[in-house]
């Protein structure tokens, strides 16, 4: 049975105080589900529930393109969860570029990455040697909106 826990990659900016959250899995066709429920429970019962639906989605989808798209046996997600964001990121055994999205807007599928792209503050992916073995990580951050400012209403004025 290979190892469950791999060091994760290192996330271009990590916030100085933040909690880290691991789960390891098979890379199977469950896994994004699993993924998914596991990163909404996290950041439901926290301080992060606004963006928790992004990040369902965002995990979802790349967890579900390392399913589709490599052999590694191992998928790892782990959640750094800082005060004013979310980290995520999703390392699997295969060393290939993340999949390039479809030409075809009409295509099945391909828009895994076009909505992480449209979700997350930043995101990217790493390359790194864990033993000896190569190892892919996609990392993304989630950031809260920034609060709409409300306009000042008007004071009421009498008529005359």
């Known amino acids: 049975m290979p190892a469950a826990i791999a060091p994760p990659a290192p996330f271009p900016y990590v916030p100085p105080s933040c909690e880290g959250y691991q789960l390891a899995m098979p890379n199977s066709a469950v896994a994004a589900k699993i993924a998914r429920d596991f990163v909404g429970a ?67 599928g391909g ?21 000896s073995r190569r190892t892919k990580t996609v990392w993304f951050v989630l950031a809260h909106p920034e609060p709409r400012s409300v306009p000042a209403s008007a004071p009421d004025r009498e008529s005359p």
């Open 42 to 108: 996290l950041l439901r019962s926290g301080a992060h529930s606004g963006v928790a639906d992004d990040a369902r989605l965002c995990v979802s989808e790349v967890v579900a393109n390392v399913y589709c798209h490599t052999r590694s046996k191992l998928v790892r997600v782990e959640v750094l969860v800082g005060r004013e964001q979310v980290s995520v990121h999703v390392t699997n055994d295969y060393v290939g570029p993340p999949p390039e999205p479809l030409a075809r807007p009409e295509g099945e």
């Open 111 to 131: 828009r895994g990455l076009l909505v992480v792209n449209g979700l997350a503050t930043s995101w990217g992916s790493t390359t790194r040697k864990v033993k």
